[in-house]
């Protein structure tokens, strides 16, 4: 152990500036036995630092490294499990409980005993010893608590710690003191007695002179001590003359220190001066609105330009005055409270007078719009009673009225509803709710309309003036508007239900008229040429591209005029909440079916949207549908232009009004698509073909190849493209199975011949169209194709040679009996005569009569349509002459040197075929 206590101070504890004091050889309790080292160190240097560290033999030879380490300081609990008994299972409690198993109970006992001693010499920690031996807690002498310890201190704890550490190195110092005395002794180590001997002279010479030093200094400390007796006779005068002093400058003292006192008083008597003076500087001049600004809160002209830029001003002043940030002793002013109280009623006056004026602009502006309305009604209406104008219903443009004019003339007051916005907010509230009480009206009398001649041009209707003629005429409807928006004590009231009962008196008659356009009938789409589903596609096309900038430019301008145009959360009054806002019309009651409020103003923005707009879905809805009835296929127009505007606006804003309502709507178009490929399905299983006519090309197969022509067309550069692919997919499934149902139930045309013509067909239509989603399905009709015309051609031609088959399939079963090829003519049924008798039974003319009779059979079985019977006629004549040369083939193995030959030759069947062909 002293080897191994040697090697660790050497190796890894000398280099660290430490000493080791105590070792143990310990493991791991519970678990598998790998040995290491626990050793308490103490720090060579000051201040002395006490460690327990965990030494670890290395993988790689003897060497050993160190592996944990612990300060005494942190060490709480040393359990040493019995007192009585002998036991190496000992604990120590650092962060966390570490169990060990010592080599012997003796290092045990020896390793907690040093970390006894070193804690009470160094660290002074109460650690509880548990379970151990009072024989080892030997009690040490404290060490003083020095910065210094003294000799005799020093000493003693070099003799314990040389005691318990067994061995001390020399220092580097030491070392080459002891090196250079040797050299300059160069028998030092032959001869010891004589080198010390030599030592010990000049120590006693070293001594002799430190004796004499000490002797010959004492007169000089003799000179010392009088010199300073002398200086202290001279401190004590001087401290005589200072108490005198002290006694002269005694009242001048007191009377600067009245002086001192005057001096602060009057500095902080300035002090409070100058901060008073700048809190009155800062009410005068943060709270002090000009007369100017007064007066154009109170008076400014809010119609013109120059009056709203003094009223945007002069609010904005107002606005500053009223957020200036007082201190609560400000509030204590009355002159404060006044100022406050002032600007609280001109910003009530101001807003009363604002919320006023806007909603008489808000009135101006319909009034105007819904004139013009009118007299475009009006002129319609005329042009449609008229018998000699050449205006005709359906001439009437489709287009939605510009409201860019009244958008501008709003926008100027845009700043001040940011103003009302930030200080009234229950009118601000009101005058929204208005506006779109207004505009609501106004925009679903417009789209309504703009729907309506939409509706009768995708129709082709030519009663589009009756509709024009259930229109009230324009003076009585307008003065009907205007005595609704106005009251006799000049405040907004009775608008809501005049123009509610307006619009459904308007809707009636289009409702009634829409419902005419209805019951047209469903359509089918060979009924309907090219041109007029093109015509369906601008009008649906133009709707939308109408409806866009719209919305757009609507937004727009509510986020700007609200002032909503930042995503902040605000207070919101709820829509339910009744308010009476001066010059307004007030809000509705609370009912159950209010919407709750809204949090942020995005979310105001597209409330808004949805209010003003909420007829937009359903007269869309209306319009597909009635597009759907027309022609279930222009539901691929609409899903084309629906996803293509979709796309844009999500592109735009993803959290739009016109993005979300489009993206609803285009629910209700992939719907109506869905169910347009599920009726063509449904109408492929119910086909039903005649039992007295020949099938040809299927209805579905010649509707899949429209449907595909058609589709291949409007999604070439569409954004859907994978809904088209599904219904692809679908399709050509129930075409392949309900080909094969017909081909089964078909009576009067052969299985085959179903089959190779509509499989020939639907192959055409994929190679033509190049469908990628339908590789698979082109390849598999071409093989169908293929399967089925070689299947009719063997059953068609079957054996023409009949009597030559039976005779070779008897030769054939000869054969497989065992008989060779040489053999077969010496058997009496099949001798060379006989073969030559059934050859006479077959000469060229006969040959080419049972041909023409088989190409009128096949000729009955084909349809023109598919053109297809000069191809089957080919394979007929192919398979023909296979036939031919394996009998050929037959009689030169069989009858070799017979001289027997066929009627007529491979060329006489080319040309009784081609003959044949020719001559029908």
């Not at 502006?365 to 219903?393: E, W």
């Not at 008989?819 to 039974?841: H, N, P, T």
């Not at 049972?850 to 598919?866: F, I, M, Q, S, T």
Request: with cysteine; hydrophobic share 35%.
């Amino acid at each position: 152990m002293t080897a191994i206590k040697h090697a660790l101070q050497r190796d890894i504890f000398t280099p660290n500036d430490e000493r080791l004091l105590s070792i143990v050889n310990v493991c791991k309790a519970g678990k598998k036995k790998k040995n290491c080292f626990l050793c308490a160190t103490v720090t060579t240097e000051r201040p002395i630092k006490v460690n327990v560290v965990k030494v670890k033999k290395s993988d790689k030879g003897d060497l050993y490294k160190r592996q944990l380490g612990w300060s005494l300081l942190d060490l709480t609990v040393v359990d040493a499990k019995d007192a009585i008994k002998e036991n190496p299972d000992f604990d120590l409690h650092f962060d966390k409980v570490y169990k060990w198993v010592a080599s012997s109970t003796a290092e045990k006992n020896t390793f907690i005993s040093c970390i006894w001693k070193l804690n009470q010499r160094y660290v002074h920690k109460k650690i509880d010893f548990a379970n151990v031996s009072a024989q080892l807690l030997e009690e040490l002498p404290k060490v003083a608590e020095e910065s210094v310890p003294s000799e005799e201190n020093q000493s003693v704890a070099g003799g314990d710690e040389e005691a318990a550490a067994e061995y001390q190195e020399l220092n580097t110092r030491e070392k080459q003191d002891i090196e250079i005395m040797m050299e300059g002794c160069e028998y030092a180590i032959s001869n010891a007695e004589a080198f010390a001997e030599k030592l010990s002279r000049e120590l006693q010479v070293l001594d002799g002179a430190n004796i004499h030093s000490i002797m010959a200094s004492e007169k000089q400390v003799n000179i010392l001590m009088q010199l300073l007796d002398e200086a202290l006779k001279e401190v004590d005068q001087i401290e005589g003359k200072l108490s005198s002093y002290e006694e002269m400058l005694q009242s001048v003292k007191e009377q600067m220190d009245q002086i001192s006192e005057s001096n602060h008083l009057l500095e902080l008597s300035k002090t409070n001066s100058d901060t008073l003076l700048g809190e009155i500087e800062f009410l005068v001049n943060h709270m002090d609105l000009s007369r100017g600004h007064i007066k154009a809160l109170q008076e400014a002209d809010l119609s013109s330009s120059r009056g709203i830029e003094a009223c945007t001003n002069a609010s904005e002043a107002l606005l500053q005055c009223m957020n200036v940030a007082l201190q609560p002793g400000h509030l204590m002013l009355q002159s404060v409270k006044q100022q406050q109280q002032l600007f609280r009623d001109l910003r009530e006056q101001f807003a009363r007078r604002l919320a006023s004026h806007l909603n008489n602009v808000f009135v101006q502006q319909f009034t105007q719009i819904l004139t013009q309305l009118y007299s475009r009604s009006y002129y319609l209406s005329k042009a449609g009673h008229d018998q000699s104008s050449t205006l005709a219903p359906h001439s009437v443009e489709m287009t939605l009225q510009n409201h860019h004019p009244f958008h501008r003339d709003l926008l100027r007051y845009a700043k001040l509803m940011e103003w009302l916005k930030n200080t009234e907010y229950v009118r601000y509230d009101g005058l929204a709710k208005n506006y779109i009480d207004y505009i609501l009206r106004l925009y679903e009398r417009e789209i309504k309309d703009f729907f309506e001649v939409a509706k009768n041009k995708m129709a082709g209707t030519a009663k589009e003036g009756k509709k024009f003629a259930t229109l009230p005429r324009k003076e009585s409807a307008v003065k009907q508007e205007t005595e609704s928006l106005h009251g006799s004590s000049g405040k907004l009231t009775g608008s809501t239900s005049s123009l509610n009962k307006l619009s459904v008196q308007g809707s009636g008659s289009r409702r009634s008229q829409s419902s005419s356009l209805l019951d047209m009938g469903n359509m089918s789409a060979s009924d309907l040429d090219v041109a007029d589903r093109t015509k369906f596609d601008k009008i649906f096309e133009q709707v939308l591209s109408e409806l866009e900038p719209l919305c757009l430019a609507e937004q727009d301008f509510i986020s700007k005029f609200f002032n909503l145009s930042q995503h902040q959360s605000m207070p919101r009054t709820p829509m339910g909440e009744t308010e009476d806002v001066d010059g307004g019309v007030p809000s509705r009651s609370q009912n159950p079916g209010a919407q709750p409020p809204v949090t942020s103003e995005k979310d105001m923005i597209r409330q808004m949207m949805t209010n003003i707009f909420g007829c937009i879905v359903p007269e869309l809805n209306n319009l597909i549908a009635l597009g759907d009835k027309i022609d279930s296929f222009n539901s691929l127009y609409m899903l084309v232009k629906m996803s293509h505007h979709v796309w844009t606006a999500e592109n735009a804003d993803s959290a739009s009004f016109l993005s979300t309502t489009l993206g609803n709507v285009l629910v209700t178009v992939k719907r109506n698509f869905d169910k347009c490929i599920i009726n063509q399905i449904k109408q492929m299983g119910e086909v039903k073909i005649s039992k007295k006519s020949k099938v040809g090309i299927l209805p579905f197969v010649s509707g899949f190849e429209e449907f595909a022509e058609l589709a291949e067309s409007i999604f070439r550069v569409a954004e859907r493209r994978g809904d088209l692919d599904k219904a692809y997919t679908k399709l050509i499934n129930a075409v392949f199975i309900n080909v094969e149902k017909v081909a089964n139930e078909s009576q009067k045309t052969p299985r085959d011949v179903v089959m190779m013509e509509n499989f020939h067909r639907i192959f055409a239509t994929l190679y033509r169209l190049k469908i990628s989603c339908l590789e698979a399905e082109k390849k598999e009709a071409k093989q169908k194709y293929s399967d089925h015309l070689q299947s009719y051609v063997i059953c068609s031609l079957g054996h023409p040679l009949e009597k030559l088959n039976t005779f070779f399939e008897g030769v054939k079963a000869r054969v497989a009996q065992g008989i060779g090829y040489d053999e077969v003519s010496y058997q009496l049924a099949f001798s060379k005569q006989e073969l030559r008798k059934v050859i006479k039974d077959y000469p060229g003319k006969e040959v080419k009569k049972g041909l023409d009779n088989l190409y009128r059979k096949v000729d009955k079985h084909l349809c023109e349509e598919e053109n297809l019977l000069q191809v089957v006629w080919h394979s007929m004549q192919d398979e023909f002459i296979r036939q031919y040369k394996h009998f050929e083939e037959l009689i030169e193995y069989c009858y070799t040197g017979a001289g027997i030959t066929m009627e007529f030759t491979i060329q006489d069947t080319l040309e009784y075929f081609s003959s044949i062909a020719q001559s029908h």
